[in-house]
């Protein structure tokens, strides 16, 4: 088999985590402040997170947590992304590897992170088996299987097409899958669980309209 990432890092998301984010919407307010949001971080036992993704949060379970604002904390409107891996892809056009020494760089600072692991090289299926794991975590915690299963696409993000699955709460979309790195320097790939308002995008579309559901899937996941 082909390898298709350089480098894999990853910390197995569990229903707790994925508790914890699908709480943070209806979590009591806490405003745009950073003393207020400083302290519930603490309160929480979570610390901020600039050098891996800029501007974001490292959760008591360990992933790095995004947000469109300051506090993440009971934003009914926020678009939240619960990052649990972190991969390289090999570029097709990068074959002397002129990006590999910072890129690994890069993941080395993800894989060192507490709980978490990595992979050098990996495939397609490495980032699958990852996937499947974190689906069985958020299945384990709403009870229910994803609603849609559909093949990520190049116009999404860079790297090996993976899956993306979903989910629906009365008012939230679960995303879950790869998604294009918004850190500092966004060569590097995510594997994330995101939820944000149902209201992002139109109604999710049939499940035989791929071209549809990677609109939908974007509208809701890109920042």
């Known amino acids: 088999m082909p390898i298709s990432v350089h480098a894999l890092a990853h910390r197995p998301l569990t229903t707790a985590a994925v508790a914890e984010l699908v709480a943070l919407p209806t979590t009591p307010y806490v405003p745009e402040d950073v003393d207020a949001v400083d302290a519930e971080v603490r309160q929480r036992g979570w610390s901020w997170e600039h050098e891996l993704v800029c501007d974001s949060f490292r959760t008591g379970c360990g992933h790095v947590l995004c947000t469109d604002g300051i506090s993440p904390f009971g934003r009914s409107d926020a678009r939240y992304s619960l990052v649990f891996g972190q991969l390289y892809p090999v570029d097709p056009d990068d074959e002397n590897m002129t990006n590999g020494p910072w890129l690994y760089s890069l993941m080395d600072d993800w894989q060192q992170q507490p709980g978490w692991s990595g992979r050098r090289p990996g495939t397609d299926q490495d980032c699958e088996r990852v996937l499947a794991q974190a689906a069985q975590a958020v299945t384990g915690h709403l009870g229910t299987a994803p609603e849609r299963t559909v093949p990520s696409s190049e116009a999404m993000v860079a790297g090996p097409l993976l899956t993306h699955r979903i989910w629906r709460t009365p008012t939230h979309a679960l995303i879950l899958g790869p998604a294009a790195d918004n850190g500092p320097y966004g060569y590097l790939s995510h594997l994330q669980l995101s ?21 939908w899937i974007t509208s809701h996941v890109d920042w």
């Open 195 to 215: 939820c944000t308002p149902l209201t992002c995008g139109p109604d999710l579309p049939p499940a035989d309209d791929e071209d549809s559901l990677t609109r």
